[in-house]
């Protein structure tokens, strides 16, 4: 049995987060810590943990080998230094920090201590994704010229953002706050579909942005946008995401001199002769589903075998959304930042 701790209660994933860990036989939440103490302690009840008011009671627990930080962005360097600096293995939610810097020092600090780490990623394991990064590595597209990705949903059409006070462990507010957060709408949502694109492709050389409130109903939060970026191997990439969407049927579109990909629909078109595919009707020849995101850290904390993201990775993923967020605050294009 694992013993680990839920350390911040404030990401929207949370609740999914405690069903997921309470389906699991060989993990024990022992205890939870949130700077709410309400939020904290409703779901140290659903747990059947306890709540601790002193974060480093935490980190003194000998018998604590693993937390799960579901702060908010802005206290993830803080968090996610004492964890490694207590030899806490942990997940983080994404996005790691507010931008490169805090990023790359977190990153640094978990390598330092050599704890595992997990960020919340999971569209890796889905068998297309899979699939598409293993042709892409064969050169079965050819010449890779551009990829899109896109993650959009209708949260700020539905209000999934708006304060709830008389909820408090609901309250998800300050995830439109670019301040707390780090990022809008863009951010929030298209770092999924850029973890994705850079797997495929790796570094970006620069990149910039176009982003837009659309309902103005999150002061000085973005809603929408839509990236463009070149690879360090001349590939194009573009990158489309927001709140303000009422469907999202294209995820991704790999385009090369000798085929074709798109993800429609929850299905998958390939037009390559190397494949013998015109593209006309969904492929089906895929991988199994990997575990991936919380999943994943789940299966490694019980002793299972799955394949987390690395730290630097993920700080790269902020770096490289940095730099689209100051791209489109300048009208330029900008490089990120290299840890």
């Keep these: 049995m694992a013993t680990i701790a839920l350390v911040g209660c404030a990401h929207i994933h949370t609740p999914g987060f405690i069903n997921k860990i309470k389906q699991r036989s060989g993990i024990r939440v022992k205890s939870v810590w949130d700077h709410q103490g309400e939020r904290g302690r409703r779901r140290a009840a659903e747990l059947g943990a306890t709540f601790v008011e002193d974060v480093d009671r935490v980190w003194q627990d000998g018998e604590v080998e693993a937390v799960v930080?579901?702060?908010?962005?802005?206290?993830?360097?803080?968090?996610?230094?004492?964890?490694?600096?207590?030899?806490?293995?942990?997940?983080?939610?994404?996005?790691?920090?507010?931008?490169?810097?805090?990023?790359?020092?977190?990153?640094?600090?978990?390598?330092?201590?050599?704890?595992?780490?997990?960020?919340?990623?999971?569209?890796?394991?889905?068998?297309m994704n899979l699939f598409l990064k293993e042709q892409i590595a064969q050169g079965v597209f050819g010449k890779i010229t551009r990829v899109r990705g896109s993650n959009c949903h209708a949260g700020s059409l539905k209000g999934w953002f708006d304060p709830q006070p008389e909820k408090v462990e609901a309250d998800w507010r300050w995830m439109a706050d670019p301040k707390v957060a780090g990022v809008g709408g863009f951010g929030d949502l298209g770092t999924h579909a850029l973890d994705i694109l850079l797997w495929w492709l790796g570094d970006v050389e620069s990149g910039t942005a176009q982003l837009d409130p659309v309902t103005n109903r999150y002061d000085g939060c973005d809603e929408t946008g839509e990236g463009l970026f070149r690879f360090a191997n001349g590939t194009i990439g573009t990158l489309a995401a927001g709140w303000v969407d009422v469907a999202d049927p294209v995820k991704y579109v790999v385009s090369?001199?000798?085929?074709?990909?798109?993800?429609?629909?929850?299905?998958?078109?390939?037009?390559?002769?190397?494949?013998?595919?015109?593209?006309?009707?969904?492929?089906?020849?895929?991988?199994?589903?990997?575990?991936?995101?919380?999943?994943?850290?789940?299966?490694?904390?019980?002793?299972?075998?799955?394949?987390?993201?690395?730290?630097?990775?993920?700080?790269?993923?902020?770096?490289?959304?940095?730099?689209?967020?100051?791209?489109?605050?300048?009208?330029?294009?900008?490089?990120?930042?290299?840890?």
């Design 69 to 127: 930080i579901c702060s908010e962005t802005d206290r993830h360097q803080e968090l996610v230094g004492a964890a490694a600096s207590a030899g806490k293995h942990l997940f983080a939610e994404k996005p790691l920090g507010l931008g490169a810097a805090d990023s790359y020092a977190m990153a640094d600090a978990i390598e330092r201590a050599g704890v595992r780490f997990q960020t919340g990623y999971f569209q890796r394991g889905d068998p």
């Design 256 to 339: 090369g001199t000798e085929g074709h990909a798109a993800v429609v629909n929850g299905q998958l078109f390939i037009a390559s002769e190397k494949l013998s595919s015109d593209g006309k009707q969904p492929w089906t020849k895929l991988p199994e589903r990997q575990s991936s995101g919380f999943d994943a850290f789940l299966d490694v904390t019980e002793g299972k075998q799955a394949t987390l993201v690395g730290a630097h990775e993920a700080a790269y993923r902020a770096a490289v959304m940095e730099a689209l967020y100051e791209g489109a605050r300048g009208g330029n294009w900008v490089k990120p930042k290299k840890g």
